[in-house]
């Protein structure tokens, strides 16, 4: 069974660009969650889709958005570019069923603000 | 609102030498307490879990994590760490408050391993 997909691994843009990420879930979860992971903050929430429809949100300002497709694909915008969005991004999966359910990561897409 | 407290940001041990690792959490009711580790270059990879019965959980590679509630606390442990323990390692607490999956996470603790 393939793991939790990101592209792309790695993204540099400049500052008030937009970008958008991309989460591939496990074959059959339809849960999947966002987070930010910088290294004076840990793991920051965003925000977590199921069944295409957001069900949990972080404390993030509007600029983070994401939707999620019908095959529980998930992708992830963030418009505007700060320097301060320069973060890696992690996806997890899960099925979403329960609240102490194990999350499968993803490998991350580090993103570079300049 | 959860929160979870990881006081110790780097932690140095010997291999050989054992192990554990602080966790504090804050949680209105019975919290799900989780531990993953993060290799360097990868996504993060559940050690063990908690959300009810016995308060010693067993997880993998060897690691243990024991739940009170009386301290707020959920230590890691292990009695002799292997080089390819070096890692970071995170505390993380979820609940069905607010969502199935809104799980929040400390700030981690990179563990270094000397031969």
């Known amino acids: 069974k393939a793991g939790v997909t990101q592209t792309p691994r790695y993204l540099i843009k400049t500052r008030g660009q937009q970008v958008t990420l991309s989460c591939s879930p496990i074959?059959?979860?339809?849960?999947v969650s966002w987070y930010q992971q910088t290294p004076g903050q840990g793991l920051q929430f965003l925000f977590e889709y199921f069944s295409e429809t957001q069900r949990n949100k972080g404390n993030f300002p509007g600029r983070f958005s994401g939707r999620q497709f019908s095959n529980s694909r998930s992708e992830m915008n963030v418009s505007t570019l700060e320097l301060g969005d320069s973060a890696l991004y992690l996806c997890a999966s899960s099925t979403g069923q329960t609240t102490n359910e194990k999350l499968f990561f993803g490998s991350g897409t580090q993103l570079s603000v300049l | 609102a959860q929160s979870v407290t990881q006081p110790d940001i780097h932690i140095t041990v010997s291999e050989g030498a054992s192990l554990e690792l602080r966790c504090n959490y804050s949680y209105g009711a019975t919290p799900y307490l989780f531990w993953y580790v993060q290799s360097p270059g990868q996504g993060l990879q559940l050690l063990l879990k908690?959300?009810?019965?016995?308060?010693l959980v067993q997880g993998i590679k060897g690691f243990e994590a024991e739940f009170k509630r009386s301290q707020s606390s959920f230590n890691l442990r292990k009695p002799s760490v292997h080089w390819s323990d070096a890692a970071e390692h995170f505390c993380a607490v979820g609940g069905s408050s607010g969502g199935y999956q809104k799980v929040t996470f400390g700030i981690g603790t990179k563990l270094q391993v000397i031969p």
């Open positions: 908690y959300f009810s019965g016995d308060t």
């Open positions: 074959s059959g979860h339809r849960s």
